[in-house]
């Protein structure tokens, strides 16, 4: 299988305490993986390490390698901006800038000038927002605050804005953890459609929703990869004994 | 296994699995009696068997009931999920045994009328393996112990092979006295039950071995490993 | 069981009460001295007129005069002032009063607005003073602090905040700060004193060695209200746009800054208003001397507001007992005016 991004043997490290143990994962083309385990686990700290969101933390250290594409993301040729414009990230609350609704997408573009003219622009908010699935709901209303849409239409521009700067990949952490099962649907119906084009990694609390939106499962446990399999075969008959008891219920 | 930390949630499997115990009994006394009846041309005894059957039939909605409940509040995965899953399916299996026994019953209403066979005893040889088949499956169930399902599933080529041998008797004495056709038919019908007995067993056993490996149990798999019983 | 509740009722009740009562209290302190500031201070809007040739020279202001177009209106000297708002009497000797009863009887004294207290600057005569001089001093001074203090202030912070390594010496540095905050007003103006003028050399009493000094003061303030703002900022506004690919600095001035803006600039008229009623820094580089002029430049000698009334109410006339009390209103105007301006910011932006 040919992998859009392939982990390996990472190690992390928070100044003198270390997050992640020599974690080798693959990550399918045009697939998503869910990242899965206790909290504390590491799970948002892999997330974070696939577009060096790490880099703010000032204390973060990693080795091994990322590959994106077979090119490593670590390599000191690699400009972190043009990374995180391939590798695009949705967060665990909704987080629109306070802004309009139009800005809030057309942020991206414009800071990384993916644009000639003002109609050139108008069509990749309309095309971002189409996608997102927020196109029919907020067409009339794109000079109006962001903050004034309901938390699930928020995460979904949030999506929007990500996909506005055309990623190839898009890393999710816990993206329905503040929503309603309504507007946790939509998302995940919208992950699913996403997949057409992206590679989508999301880290989730919610088994259910792994099991719903992933084709790929990875357990972490204690900064270590447990296991990391197909989805259905992960939650039918998992091989190790810590993701057993995690999935059902038993862990600790 | 550790326990679930939602204690509830464990004590649901424990009703499954009593639940299930439980029609495994209910249903091997049904079996035996059922047999006795016949041998001993005991209409009353048949009677019983005949009406306890809806006991089993209660069981049996009871056990889909509460697999349902738990599929649906504590969405199962893994060894649990299979668990339930598997229940499922040995329920039906056993209610269906029940049904034969309920219809060796039926069988023995139907001979009591004709003149007494001596080949009747071999009934009793004959029902002993399945019956010990239906036990130890629902045992390897509880206990999710692999070898004794794998024991069991081998244990109904026995008793193919001791069908096949009543059957030829109940052959030959059909040729030897045309006026043994009636109740050597009878005799006929009831053997196929207790044979068909042995069958869903094993189906029980296969049950087990993919709730216990997560893989749909293959015969060429299985074959050549016999275990040793 | 129940007494225990019934205890407990009125132990809040107690407390809330508590609250209650000390809330009154300020508030009756605080009308009190409005009413006595407000009931003294009125009159120094008005002021005592008399029709033109119709009185004698010692019943008016030797300096100046008013005219209108029909009738010419001479200022009356603060005696006579006195005498017809408030019915003083002063030194006035009985032939005085009769003068000025007949005069009362004719119509030919008047009271009328008295736009000298805005237009003139400081003066010995209580009739002619005015606070142009120290209002025109405040504003100079508080640009040269505004200009100084805003955009060191605004710096620091952001270094502070955003770019600093957090380590020992940030940690001393930030404790300093939080400090020097806390320092008694009279000491920046020592260290204005030696300085600005002993060691700059810059001229004494003006405007621009006084705002520099007030500048000083409200550095530090400037500093933590202007690092609160920045620090109050979602670090997940900061995640999201980085995760979008902006640069550090883009993600500073396009979202960081904005955000804290309303906070930052509340913190900045604060302290402009706190500079603004600032009196022991500004005596300590000479700018209590009497300025009879307004200042024309920065480096002109001048005086401000508050030192221009801490200045009169040292002075025996009686007519500057309110004088004192009208700049006190006009200065607490203002300082309402700059407060007013902070909470109309920080609610427009808020939301």
């Known amino acids: 299988m040919t992998f859009k991004m392939d982990v390996k043997q990472l190690n992390l490290f928070y100044g003198d305490k270390q997050a992640l143990f020599n974690v080798n994962l693959g990550l399918p083309a045009l697939q998503t993986t869910a990242l899965i385990g206790p909290s504390g686990c590491g799970k948002s700290s892999f997330l974070k390490c696939l577009n060096r969101m790490n880099d703010i933390v000032l204390q973060a250290h990693v080795e091994g390698q990322v590959l994106l594409d077979g090119q490593d993301i670590y390599a000191p040729s690699v400009d972190v901006v043009s990374l995180r414009t391939k590798v695009g990230m949705v967060f665990q609350k909704p987080n629109p800038f306070p802004r309009s609704i139009y800005e809030n997408v057309a942020y991206g573009p414009r800071i990384h000038r993916l644009f000639k003219t003002k109609s050139e622009l108008d069509q990749i908010v309309e095309k971002s927002l189409v996608r997102a699935g927020l196109w029919g709901e907020v067409k009339d209303r794109l000079p109006q605050p962001a903050m004034r849409l309901s938390g699930g239409q928020q995460q979904r521009l949030c999506i929007a804005r990500a996909i506005a700067v055309n990623p190839e990949v898009i890393l999710m952490d816990e993206p329905c953890s503040a929503l309603d099962p309504i507007a946790t649907a939509k998302v995940e119906e919208l992950i699913d459609e996403l997949r057409e ?5 999301i880290v989730t609390h919610n088994l259910q929703q792994a099991a719903r939106v992933s084709q790929q499962t990875a357990f972490f446990h204690s900064g270590y990869l447990v296991e990391a399999r197909e989805t259905g075969a992960l939650f039918t008959t998992p091989h190790d004994e810590r993701t057993q008891g995690y999935i059902t219920g038993r862990y600790g | 296994m550790n326990n679930h930390i939602v204690k509830a949630y464990d004590d649901e499997l424990k009703a499954l699995h009593s639940l299930i115990r439980h029609m495994g009994e ?30 089993i039939n209660l069981l049996e909605t009871k056990v889909d009931d509460l697999a349902i409940r738990i599929l649906a509040l504590r969405q199962p995965v893994a060894s649990d999920l299979r668990t339930v899953v598997a229940a499922l399916k040995i329920s039906n299996q056993v209610e269906r045994i029940a049904d034969y026994a309920t219809n060796i019953a039926k069988f023995a209403l139907i001979l009591k009328d004709m003149p007494l066979f001596p080949e009747v005893k071999g009934l009793s040889t004959l029902v002993q393996i399945p019956m010990r088949m239906i036990k130890d499956a629902l045992k390897a169930f509880e206990l999710s112990d692999l070898n004794l399902a794998l024991q069991v599933w081998h244990m109904d080529r026995e008793v193919d092979v001791l069908y096949q041998a009543y059957l030829h008797k109940i052959f030959s004495e059909m040729i030897e006295d045309p006026k043994n056709v009636g109740p050597c038919t009878q005799l006929l019908f009831a053997a196929k039950n207790i044979e ?10 296969e049950a087990v071995y993919t709730m216990i490996t997560g893989k749909p149990f293959k015969e060429s798999d299985n074959v ?5 019983i | 069981m129940k007494l225990i509740l019934k ?10 009460r508590t609250g209650q009562m000390s809330l009154y209290l300020v508030l009756f302190f605080l009308g009190v001295i409005f009413m006595e500031i407000f009931s003294t201070g009125y009159s120094a809007f008005l002021r005592t007129e ?28 603060d005696a006579v002032d006195m005498y017809y708002k408030h019915g003083k009497l002063g030194k006035l000797t009985s032939n005085q009063l009769d003068t000025i009863n007949s005069l009362k009887e004719n119509g030919q004294i008047r009271l009328s607005f008295n736009w000298a207290f805005f237009t003139h600057s400081d003066s010995r005569e209580p009739e002619l003073a005015g606070i142009w001089g120290g209002l025109l001093g405040s504003i100079l001074t508080l640009l040269v602090t505004f200009t100084t203090a805003f955009p060191l202030g605004i710096g620091t912070a952001l270094y502070l905040e955003e770019f600093a390594p957090k380590n020992r010496l940030t940690h001393l540095l930030e404790a300093n700060i939080n400090n020097l905050a806390a320092v008694p007003s009279i000491l920046f103006g020592l260290l204005g004193l030696v300085i600005f003028i002993h060691f700059m050399g810059l001229p004494r009493p003006s405007a621009l060695v006084g705002g520099l000094t007030l500048g000083l003061m409200s550095l530090p303030v400037i500093i933590v209200a202007t690092r609160a703002a920045l620090s109050s900022v979602p670090s997940t506004l900061k995640e999201s746009a980085l995760g979008l690919g902006a640069t550090p600095l883009q993600v500073l001035f396009h979202h960081v800054i904005p955000s804290a803006l309303p906070g930052i600039m509340t913190g900045l008229i604060l302290s402009l208003a706190r500079a603004l009623g600032e009196t022991a820094p500004l005596l300590m580089i000479g700018m209590v001397a009497f300025i009879g002029n307004p200042p024309s430049s920065f480096l002109d000698p001048a005086t401000v507001l508050p030192v221009q009334i801490f200045n009169w109410s040292r002075s025996p006339e009686m007519g500057f007992v309110e004088n004192t009390s009208g700049a006190i209103l006009i200065l607490l105007l203002l300082l309402a005016l700059l407060n007013g301006i902070a909470i109309f910011i920080r609610k427009k932006y808020e939301t």
């Open chain 3, 50 to 77: 008399i029709a033109g040739g119709s009185a004698p020279q010692d019943l008016l202001n030797a300096f100046e005069q008013y005219t209108n177009q029909k009738k010419s209106w001479s200022i009356a000297s």
């Open chain 2, 26 to 55: 209910l249903t091997f006394e049904q079996i035996s009696k059922a047999t006795q009846s016949i041998i001993e041309c005991d209409a009353v005894l048949a009677r019983e068997v005949i009406d306890r059957d809806h006991e």
């Open chain 2, 196 to 205: 068909r007995i042995g069958d869903q067993s094993q189906n029980i056993a």
């Open chain 3, 7 to 16: 205890k407990r009722h009125r132990r809040e009740k107690w407390f809330k």
């Open chain 2, 224 to 228: 050549k490993n016999e275990p040793k």
């Open chain 1, 197 to 201: 084009k992206f590679t989508i990694v």
